[in-house]
């Protein structure tokens, strides 16, 4: 059986904070009624069979398991397998294709949360950002040699970031391609 849903969590085992294993986390998941949960490296994404259950539902049991079984508070974007499809498919011509020049990441959006207000939420420096909004997701990208005045860092002091949870364009692609292995 295929993965019906993508499960996005943010600030998992990052600089030795919120560390939570995987093989943990999987069988915690599945305890809690998910099945055929897997996951890609270290960093939170798991892909999950959720039956019918919605994407906020699977997000608030994703952060109860995580509260509970781990005391780690944190976001989880939840998406079905078709959006985590449609992230790469209909990303912008070109997008994540020169990873020499450009870096590029995908901010993926909560269900319910306005794309206006999640685009507001970002700020772009002319000449080194570049941003497209997609179907719940925001495209950006910085080009790599001046990446360090990118500002794509400032989306994390704003209130919308709650909202989200940001990943690089090869962790997208790669976690798209396992949905269906």
């Given amino acids: 059986m295929s993965a019906t849903h993508v499960v996005l969590i943010r600030g998992i085992n990052v600089g030795g904070s919120n560390k939570v294993p995987m093989a943990e986390l999987?069988?915690?998941?599945?305890?809690?009624?998910?099945?055929?949960?897997?996951?890609?490296?270290?960093?939170?994404?798991?892909?999950?069979?959720?039956?019918?259950?919605?994407?906020?539902?699977?997000?608030?049991?994703?952060?109860?398991?995580?509260?509970?079984?781990?005391?780690?508070?944190?976001?989880?974007?939840?998406?079905?397998?078709?959006?985590?499809r449609r992230a790469v498919s209909e990303a912008p011509e070109g997008f994540g294709s020169e990873p020499g020049v450009y870096h590029c990441d995908v901010a993926f959006i909560r269900p319910g949360i306005a794309m206006a207000d999640a685009v507001a939420a970002f700020s772009v420096r002319e000449g080194v950002d570049t941003l497209w909004q997609g179907d719940a997701v925001v495209y950006f990208q910085r080009l790599s040699a001046q990446r360090t005045r990118s500002r794509l860092s400032r989306v994390m002091s704003t209130p919308m970031y709650k909202h989200m949870t940001i990943r690089n364009w090869r962790t997208t692609t790669t976690v798209a391609s396992m949905l269906d292995a």
């Fill in 26 to 84: 999987r069988s915690s998941l599945q305890a809690a009624g998910l099945s055929q949960v897997r996951t890609y490296i270290q960093s939170g994404n798991v892909l999950v069979d959720a039956g019918g259950m919605p994407a906020s539902s699977v997000s608030s049991l994703a952060e109860h398991v995580l509260l509970d079984r781990f005391g780690v508070e944190t976001v989880a974007v939840t998406v079905s397998a078709g959006m985590m």
